[in-house]
């Protein structure tokens, strides 16, 4: 078969299974554009090559399938590289297709040249620069291997216009699509852990049931490694309390009676003390992120550790285990889950947990999360928005994040059922994530409803591509926490800087979201009083053929609580000055 780099490259995506791609052509990308014409690939056209990269992940976090994106040189690569490194601190599988300047240009400083594998190696689980059109297969191959497999994470494929374009002799090929065993063999060095030791399984198993005040500390890796049902059986047979991290909400359901909620800066008071005072934390697919841990030497002092991750790099990089498991998640969960059992079996008993059960009880009926209602004339409660917004959903419905005060109140306050239904930016924290993010998601899974819940900050950074939804016909929804300020840069500035308000003050008419909305084609509503806040959500979820947009006009005073404060121990937590005092939240609160 006779076909030209562009060709190749498309007919290797369609051979992986490549549904659907996000994307903006440009100059060194153009050959790879014409084939698309002809391919089964859906290509949904951006207006930010951020944007492609931020649905690609959104893309991947629903639907667990790798997020493809591609994008043209220079400075349509560069706009990618933070939907990378965010991918890379999340573990999101992704592949990201650069075009490059012809072969024998590169290194000249041509017309929209950069050096993107040097740029991105830092922030992609590994690259690729192809310069030979008989190698766009097998790189293909490698590129979705390695993003899908082990830890996963994103890869990019920078391709040189010459190997592509149909007009040049360098971008005549055959077509060659490689065996698996022809995979393995091209990356010698590569070899993902799978299976965990057994004595080490056997020892945490004799651990778990030997512990008086045990606690599942569940991170994403739960999520990436398709776990959540194993894990559900584990806490069962166990009888063990259950956290979630910020990017392993929904992978225990927060309705089951032994889900304790998130942990961490601002996890609730229960999730965070029950941590701090256990005696074992069994940590499955977590990193022990600083946000969770707060001041690493004072975090969970008494307790022993078990370990579990699929990256060896993980085990002791902040915490020093006492029993290091590497492996798959889910393969050594149910590897956990029998030797339990074999251990139960033979006579092994759990000491009486009812103290421990009785305490975390009245840590969950002294400081649940709650919030003050609203006086009269007061803008919006935040919190109270996304209780409505929760209650009137289905529960599958899959929910997207920016980063902020919006994205912690969002964790803390929407009840996840279901795995796969969060979709937020952990590690990198990146402002502008939830609109697209919010996109791909919704072309993963056109069967479910999605909302974005973002920030006015973070809603500037990346609105403009709700035109692409609404040109795609894709019917997001969004909602706008509007309070006027970049709110968590404000309330550490009010709590740590003695209230120096520096440059954090936005506006609350400017820009004019109804009318920006419905110049992106969607339907703009505003909310500004409680009464109005129902009607506006079931307005939002009776429409299906646009976008739309929902500005609450929220109180800029209301800060996030619980917060354990920068520097401190997870012991300072603090909580809000009302339960400080021994009064009870008026706030309906909940997970």
């Known amino acids: 078969m006779e076909l030209n780099g562009g060709q190749s490259l498309i007919r290797a995506l369609e051979m992986e299974g490549v549904e659907v791609m996000f994307g903006l052509p440009g100059g060194a990308i153009l050959p790879v554009y014409d084939p698309v014409l002809d391919s089964t690939i859906r290509h949904i056209l951006v207006r930010h090559e951020q944007g492609a990269g931020h649905m690609a992940e959104g893309y991947a976090h629903a639907t667990g399938r790798p997020g493809v994106a591609m994008v043209t040189s220079g400075p349509g690569a560069t706009n990618i590289v933070t939907p990378l490194a965010d991918a890379y601190m999340d573990s999101v599988p992704m592949v990201c297709i650069t075009g490059q300047v012809p072969t024998a240009a590169i290194g000249t400083d041509a017309f929209q040249e950069c050096d993107i594998t040097g740029i991105t190696q830092s922030v992609t689980k590994h690259n690729f620069l192809v310069t030979e059109a008989d190698d766009i297969p097998l790189v293909i191959r490698q590129a979705f291997h390695l993003a899908t497999s082990g830890r996963p994470g994103p890869v990019l494929v920078d391709i040189p216009k010459d190997i592509v374009d149909p007009t040049h002799p360098r971008s005549a090929t055959g077509w060659d699509w490689p065996t698996d065993e022809e995979v393995a063999r091209s990356l010698p060095g590569y ?254 899974r056109p069967d479910r409803m999605v909302w974005a819940v973002d920030g006015d900050g973070c809603f500037q950074m990346t609105a403009q591509e709700l035109v692409t939804a609404s040109a795609e016909r894709i019917p997001v929804k969004v909602a706008i926490l509007n309070n006027a300020y970049l709110g968590m840069v404000r309330q550490w500035q009010e709590m740590f800087y003695e209230e120096r308000y520096s440059e954090v003050y936005l506006s609350p008419d400017l820009p004019d979201y109804v009318k920006w909305a419905e110049a992106m084609g969607c339907v703009g509503i505003r909310v500004e009083s409680p009464e109005e806040i129902q009607p506006a959500i079931d307005k939002a979820n009776d429409i299906d053929d646009r976008p739309v947009v929902v500005e609450f006009r929220t109180d800029s005073r209301e800060k996030v609580f619980p917060m354990v404060p920068p520097g401190k121990t997870n012991d300072d937590i603090q909580v809000p000055p009302f339960q400080a005092g021994g009064e009870v939240g008026t706030g309906e609160g909940g997970h």
């Open 191 to 444: 070899h993902p852990a799978t299976s965990g030791d057994p004595a080490a399984i056997e020892r945490a198993a004799e651990m778990i049931l030997a512990a008086n005040r045990p606690v599942l500390y569940v991170g994403g890796g739960v999520l990436k490694a398709r776990a959540a049902e194993v894990l559900r059986e584990l806490a069962e047979l166990t009888d063990i309390r259950v956290v979630t991290t910020l990017m392993a909400r929904g992978a225990f359901p927060d309705s089951h009676p032994q889900c304790l909620g998130m942990p961490g800066m601002h996890g609730n008071y229960t999730a965070v003390t029950a941590i701090q005072r256990s005696d074992l934390l069994v940590a499955l697919g977590a990193r022990f992120d600083d946000r969770v841990t707060g001041k690493v030497d004072g975090f969970a002092p008494d307790a022993q550790v078990i370990h579990v991750d699929i990256d060896a790099a993980e085990l002791g990089k902040v915490r020093r285990p006492d029993v290091p498991i590497h492996g798959d998640c889910r393969l050594i969960i149910e590897d956990l889950v029998a030797a339990v059992r074999r251990q139960q079996a033979a006579g092994s008993t759990t000491p009486d947990r009812t103290p421990w059960s009785s305490t975390i009880s009245g840590w969950q009926e002294r400081y649940p999360l709650a919030y003050e209602a609203p006086e009269p004339g007061d803008h919006l409660k935040p919190q109270m928005v996304l209780e409505h917004l929760r209650t009137s959903v289905p529960e599958d419905t899959i929910l997207a994040s920016g980063v902020g005060q919006h994205q912690m109140w969002a964790s803390q306050y929407w009840t996840f059922r279901h795995p796969y239904t969060w979709v937020n930016s952990g590690g990198l924290g990146t402002m502008g994530f939830s609109v697209p993010a919010a996109i791909g998601a919704k072309v993963g």
